[in-house]
């Protein structure tokens, strides 16, 4: 019955009510750093409370908001290791410095996910947002998660990093643009596989995303606004005005800044298979809701 509502009504726009823009922001704040994938989260949210699809270009855009509590917080490692690069792109006496190497780490991981998103974008939009595809990815990626926490040494921290660190990680960070998978997950499970700490691997996965986020949050500023692109293969796609857009932004900004140093201090002292069991018990519940009629796939 879901389904069939969701057909008669595809390619409806309806406006972004304050309320969901509000809700939107704190979801996006509460779970991008956390290894549960806030794209899910706000797919989810989406369809729960508001029954349409805020769109992948909303989620874009919210987090420039937690990537600029990302700057903020790791300004100073930032402006060592950007200063290290430009130093050492002209003086090659400063090219051995760990900054510079950390640098073009961060850029070289950055490109698969780029390309990725580039050449699937209209997929992305559309037709990965479906959400059987999120609940089989959130309960698929958990175990993928749980093998990682399980198997990982733990025995190296960011002065061992190398450049093939940076590829295997950046290439998981580029299996996030599918809802459910996670980046924080994604770039986490991998750093673990290659024997990273968990810190060691959230603090990389925290420089590497700021690439990433920022390119794809500013073109896609456009898309969010355009309901006749955004809307295509979604039943019903909510569009924000500028100033909702801005609220929920500022809003996951906020929140994100505390999600940061809360999560570091947590990978510290604890694993993450908390967040394993939180993900197989959401997904199993969307699977249900998704099952009966309750909820549209679409």
Not at 43 to 48: D, E, G, N, P, Q
Not at 207 to 227: K, N, R
């Amino acid at each position: 019955m879901a389904e069939q509502r969701a057909r008669e009504r595809v390619g409806h726009v309806t406006d972004m009510t304050w309320i969901e823009a509000i809700i939107l922001g704190i979801v996006q704040g509460l779970t991008e750093f956390l290894p549960v994938s806030s794209s899910a989260h706000m797919r989810i949210t989406s369809a729960l409370l508001f029954d349409r699809d805020a769109g992948a270009s909303f989620t874009a855009v919210t987090q420039l908001g937690t990537e600029a509590a990302v700057l903020i917080y790791f300004a100073k490692d930032i402006w060592r290791i950007t200063r290290a690069w430009f130093v050492g792109i002209f003086n090659r006496a400063e090219r051995a410095h760990a900054d510079y190497k950390m640098a073009w780490y961060v850029i070289i991981g950055s490109i698969p996910i780029g390309a990725v998103g580039f050449a699937f974008k209209d997929q992305i939009r559309s037709g990965a947002r479906n959400l059987w595809l999120v609940a089989t990815m959130l309960i698929v990626f958990a175990f993928v998660i749980a093998f990682a926490e399980y198997w990982g040494r733990q025995t190296r921290d960011l002065t061992g990093f190398t450049l093939r660190d940076g590829i295997v990680m950046g290439l998981a960070q580029a299996m996030a643009l599918i809802p459910g998978v996670s980046r924080s997950g994604g770039t986490l499970s991998a750093g673990l596989f290659l024997g990273l700490t968990r810190e060691a691997a959230a603090r990389y996965s925290f420089l590497l995303a700021i690439p990433a986020v920022v390119m794809s949050g500013i073109f896609s500023l456009e898309d969010v606004f355009t309901p006749a692109a955004a809307a295509e293969g979604v039943a019903v796609f909510s569009v924000p005005s500028p100033a909702q857009m801005v609220v929920a932004t500022l809003i996951a900004f906020a929140i994100g800044y505390a999600a940061i140093a809360w999560l570091l201090r947590y990978v510290v002292r604890h694993t993450l298979y908390i967040f394993v069991l939180y993900r197989v018990a959401l997904g199993s519940v969307l699977l249900a809701l998704l099952s009966t009629g309750a909820l549209a796939a679409t």
